[in-house]
């Protein structure tokens, strides 16, 4: 006889001496119905959750509004970085609290979605909004990216068209932030920091700048000049040739042209497109007197969603770096470490801070999502305010003047 255990039931055996092991299907019997209790305990549970998501979700189209009227971004990675360690320390199974951290992040992920799919199906109009009026560059580059179709609005500065992207008055808003000759749009740059407006695409224009004046004037009448400050940084050499010249800067370079023929004044000219002079009945005195040939700007489209137009291969992130020694060696050694390249960096003063700087960095290279998530975290070490202002597909170069 076999050897039996203390207070164990008898083991039954066969005649032959050997044990007689339950049959299988009876075994699984008994788990069939423990398992049923357990997933039945389950459904129960998870349908509580699935009212909890709901409710959740619902609260974050009000945070999502709230965002929106205040030019806020929806992602704000110092808050969910500590929302997810208070979750952590909420689990009352230190064997958890990582799994916590994970469900905690992938619902916040899902809530950042939600949001943003939320503003979106707010915002019903597909106005496109650019600054200055018909004919300007900036309108060539709504045409360019959109297409002539597309229904487009102006407005007098840059500020408005964010305004109008932030507000949901346009779906989308076209900007410039920088000039292959005369380098950056300053005011932009500082818009795109003030503004929770997301970079998603990307249109170069080339410059083609002619000397505009009203019908029946010359060169040689012209005693004032009308265009943007970059209208004439970008033309050195002409402008050298005509020293006594008053230069008188404007909103925008087509508004300058519009001005000149509202003047109806010989004495007076303004520095702008073809476009410009074919949508204010003006003539062309001087044509192409940029001084760089191949002279480009670029410019970025804006929207109050992240959803980028295009296959996206380029991103733009802006920080402020802490004011210790090292900070932006480790910075700019973050890029490196994620094998992305710096195409373009750009440094803003703070204004409410002397010394201090807001840096704009344009990237290319290695750019799935978990990367940029390394590199946003890896930043935050040593930064503040760090955003991902976009993650777009490059620009081609177009020709328009």
Same mark, same amino acid.
């Given at each position: ?11 039954? +055996?066969? =005649? @032959? ?5 339950? $049959? &299988?299907?009876?075994?699984? *019997? ?5 398992? #049923? ?45 500590? +929302?997810? =360690? @208070? ?5 009352? $199974? &230190?064997?958890?609290?990582? *799994? ?5 992040? #992938? ?45 487009? +609005? ?248």
């Amino acid at each position: 006889r076999l050897p039996q255990a203390e207070d164990s039931a008898p083991m039954r +055996v066969s =005649r @032959s001496g050997s044990p007689i092991v339950p $049959s &299988p299907k009876k075994r699984r *019997s008994k788990a069939m119905r423990d398992l #049923e209790d357990c997933r039945k305990e389950i459904d129960e549970i998870d349908a509580e959750i699935v009212k909890l998501f709901e409710r959740r979700m619902n609260v974050s189209h009000d945070i999502a509004l709230y965002k929106q009227a205040h030019y806020m971004d929806i992602l704000n990675p110092a808050r969910e970085d500590a +929302v997810l =360690r @208070s979750r952590a320390h909420q689990a009352a $199974s &230190p064997e958890l609290a990582q *799994s916590v951290m994970s469900l905690f992040g #992938e619902i916040m992920r899902l809530s950042r979605e939600e949001q943003r799919r939320y503003l979106e199906a707010q915002t019903e109009t597909r106005l496109i909004a650019y600054s200055g009026v018909p004919g300007a560059y900036s309108e060539s580059a709504v045409v360019g990216f959109f297409g002539e179709e597309c229904e487009r +609005v102006n407005y007098k500065t840059f500020e408005e068209v964010f305004l109008a992207v932030a507000d949901g008055k346009a779906r989308y808003g076209v900007v410039p932030v920088e000039n292959s000759s005369s380098g950056s749009v300053n005011d932009v740059y500082d818009l795109l920091g003030k503004y929770a407006c997301h970079i998603v695409g990307e249109q170069l224009v080339r410059v083609e700048h002619c000397l505009l004046g009203i019908p029946g004037a010359k060169v040689e009448d012209i005693q004032t000049v009308f265009s943007h400050e970059q209208g004439f940084a970008q033309c050195p050499a002409f402008l050298g040739e005509h020293p006594d010249w008053v230069k008188t800067p404007y909103f925008n370079t087509a508004i300058a042209a519009k001005h000149v023929a509202q003047m109806g004044d010989k004495h007076c000219a303004a520095i702008a497109s073809r476009l410009a002079a074919k949508h204010y009945g003006l003539e062309i005195l001087a044509p192409d007197i940029h001084t760089f040939s191949g002279n480009h700007t670029r410019f970025v489209i804006v929207s109050a969603s992240p959803t980028p137009i295009g296959i996206p291969d380029k991103a733009t992130v802006t920080f402020t770096l802490r004011h210790e020694r090292g900070t932006l060696m480790r910075a700019l050694s973050s890029f490196v470490a994620m094998g992305m390249n710096m195409t373009h960096i750009e440094s803003r003063p703070l204004h409410d801070s002397n010394w201090e700087y807001c840096f704009y960095v344009d990237l290319t290279g290695n750019l799935r999502d978990d990367h940029l998530g390394v590199l946003m975290g890896s930043l935050q070490s040593d930064c503040e305010n760090c955003r991902l202002l976009g993650v777009y597909q490059a620009a081609e170069e177009r020709t328009h003047g």
